[in-house]
């Protein structure tokens, strides 16, 4: 596997030989496919400094020449496609094709997106005001590169939520220093590794391998964080950030929902259900977790998925077309899973398919579907993140929206119906930070709109203009360009002029009149 060549090649330095390391494993298989170091707050800090030092010529390369390097590590990561594809399976355990889609895909669009937007979303924007005292002067908000990023990803998708967030960072002009998950960190340095060979200047992007005190020193180097993982940890990192005052932006849990009308195209919800449901082996932040179903269809639909879901093939992916569903990645997660389906069925649901962890070697838990569900349940209250669908019968549209937003999470949501009209209209209400209609997780690969959670899934968002301009400064800044020597309203005051003041102000707000 790639990982003994991608520690070699791509380790971001700053560990002593006799530096503690990570073992990485195989999820599919069981089997350690490499150590990286477990980098102390010292070894953090290092880097931060050579970051640091890096960082002035990179941002002076101008939008460019930064996107010189990145539209030449959009084309290493084609050439180089099935090399990145072995080491996100080989330390993930997900299928080739969920790598291709979700992460290859993600990151060759991200490469070329940022290298052709940055510029634009991040030009100075010319203002007008209408406050009369500041008429003549030039308003210009600028963008300015914060310095150093810290991103912190999780081992969902080493490429797409880890890597994919250096992207923008990078390309406004920073320097970063990624964490990766202790789980996943081969693909990082491997990527860090083609970024090199690419044209990326040294130390303008480095990876610090570790575990979660690695990530709590790179929190305490950086001037801006983007955190990608669970709530929990993800309101550690805002309270650290807040001791710091530096920024965060944090894409956390999600418990997502997919609602299904009476009218809707039920093998298009049946298909998507499955795929949104059990691609990555559900272990994505946008996953679809629980679904709601109309009474007078829930039937039809129910047998749909099942039939569906029981032809799915799980097992360790060895090439394309091998298996549809991989392994549970993080060791911890496959006892969640375990302990939420039990839950369920020790309260009265029923498995139609599924419903056990399979016997290893490789940690698998059986592509399972649920039904007799509600929300006294764990299943359909808290996230999963594995490949279960508990699908509940709802008397009508109004019951499942307000069960959708029965949650503390609100990342995404998907509402199928043949009534285009009405399933927009529902989707603005429900509380969720992207809602797709006969659609799900689409959302995410479109890198103009914003993807953020509401609620418990999060703060800020990622993508589109919002998701560079939070790797910069915002600056105000106001010309007076025609300067008088005195203005109407500078010392010494004066009665006369005041009250001429006023007499202006009654003119222009004073009249409730709209302008
Ligand atoms: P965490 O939120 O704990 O980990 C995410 C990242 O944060 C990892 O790189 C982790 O390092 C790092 N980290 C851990 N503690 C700290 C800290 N105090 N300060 C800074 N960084 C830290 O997620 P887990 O991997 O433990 O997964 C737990 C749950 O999170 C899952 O069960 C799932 O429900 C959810 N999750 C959500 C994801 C999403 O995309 N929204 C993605 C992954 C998980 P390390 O891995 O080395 O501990």
Known sequence: MASTETQAGGHAGGAAADERVISVENPATGEVIGTVPDLSAEAVAELAARARAAQPAWEALGFEGRARVMLRAQKWLIDNAERVIRTIVSETGKTWEDAQTAEISYGAA???????????????????????????????????????????????????NSFGDCIPALM???AVILKPSEVTPLTSLLLAEGMRECGLPEDVLQVATGGGDTGRAVVDEVDMIMFTGSTRTGRLVARQAAERLIPCSLELGGKDAMIVLADADL???????????FMNGGQTCVSTERIYVEAPVYDEFVAKVTEKARRLRQGVP?????????????PPQADIIESHVRDALDKGARALVGGRRREGPGRFFEPTVLVDVDHSMA??????????????????????????????????????????????????????????????LLNYAVLELPMGGWKASGLGSRHGAGGIRKYCAQQAILVSRLHPRRDVHHFPYDARRSRLISRLFRLLYGRGRRD
């Open 110 to 160: 991200a490469f070329g997106f940022w290298a052709r937007h940055a510029e634009d979303y991040l030009a100075d924007e010319k203002v007008r005001t209408s406050n009369l005292i500041a008429k003549g002067r030039r308003l210009v908000v600028r963008y300015k590169p914060l310095g150093l990023i810290g991103v912190i990803g999780p081992w969902n998708y080493p490429l797409t």
């Open 172 to 174: 406004a002009g920073n």
């Open 267 to 277: 093998e298009r919800a049946a298909n998507t259900a499955v795929w949104a449901g």
């Open 318 to 330: 060895t090439g394309f077309g091998t298996v549809d569903v991989g392994a549970v990645t993080f």
């Open 379 to 440: 299943a359909m209250t808290e996230e999963t993140f594995g490949p279960t669908l508990p699908i509940m019968k709802v008397a009508d549209a109004e019951e499942a929206i307000r069960l959708a937003n029965d949650s503390p999470y609100g990342l995404a949501a998907s509402v199928f119906s043949r009534d285009v009209a009405r399933a927009e209209a529902i989707a603005r209400r429900l509380e969720a930070g992207a809602v797709n209609v006969n659609d799900a």
